[in-house]
């Protein structure tokens, strides 16, 4: 499990993970925003892989 509040370094860990072969990731939110979490991961994450 990987921790962080940092979207960058997710961003690297999913473009890492991706690199060995992996094709689903999930993120998990602890908070109870999850629409932020989504739509901040779809704006600065996401767009680096497609």
Excluded: C, K, Y
Excluded at 31 to 44: G, I, P, T, V, Y
């Amino acid at each position: 499990m990987l921790i962080s509040n940092s979207l960058a370094e997710h961003a690297d860990w999913v473009a890492r993970d991706a690199a060995f072969g992996f094709e689903r990731f999930f993120l998990h939110n602890v908070l109870r925003d999850q629409r932020r979490l989504l739509s901040e991961s779809a704006q600065h994450v996401m767009p680096l892989f497609t």
